[in-house]
């Protein structure tokens, strides 16, 4: 199957027993079974210290976004991503959207610091995996990491160092 006839999706995977620490201010709410949980990101800060999430972002579900600037091929703009992690919406405030496989540079609307790199994106596409900081105190101990490939889905949550949910990678077929 070729790039052009494949897509990737992900599903949320979740540790057992979730346990946010009061830093990352991590909301954890029980769905409809005692399995399935959304987690909610409050908070999430650049490496200057800025909130990426704050009232007046976009929405979703009542939650305000975390907002990022982007730049890829000539363009600047803005996405807002939900901050429901697994929850793949998003809105972008950009004239013409990357095209979905492009690596973006993605970077803080206040400070215009590009967010740091944490390593390389499991998916294997070249993408980095860069840090959105969950606590004031700017550390990886507590952060999100989010692929700079656009269209990407991987990601993950970690609080006090330990894996809280991923986005396991699924490949699917063109028809």
Request: contains cysteine; hydrophobic residues 30%.
């Amino acid at each position: 199957m070729t790039r052009e006839q494949r897509s990737r999706t992900g599903s949320l995977k979740v540790k057992d027993e979730i346990h946010a620490s009061e830093d990352s201010h991590i909301q954890v709410e029980e769905c409809c079974s005692a399995d399935e949980v959304t987690i909610m990101l409050t908070q999430a800060f650049c490496a200057r210290g800025h909130n990426l999430i704050q009232a007046g972002n976009s929405e979703f579900d009542g939650q305000p976004g975390i907002r990022l600037r982007i730049c890829c091929e000539g363009e600047t703009g803005e996405v807002t991503l939900s901050p429901i992690h697994g929850d793949h919406r998003k809105q972008t405030h950009i004239g013409s959207p990357p095209t979905p496989g492009k690596r973006i540079s993605v970077r803080c609307p206040q400070c215009d610091e590009e967010l740091p790199i944490s390593g390389e994106c499991a998916a294997g596409d070249g993408g980095m995996l860069r840090v959105l900081y969950l606590s004031q105190r700017l550390d990886e101990g507590h952060a999100a990491l989010v692929c700079d490939i656009w269209g990407c889905p991987y990601s993950k949550v970690v609080d006090e160092w330990s894996l809280l949910s991923e986005v396991i990678l699924q490949e699917m077929g063109a028809k």
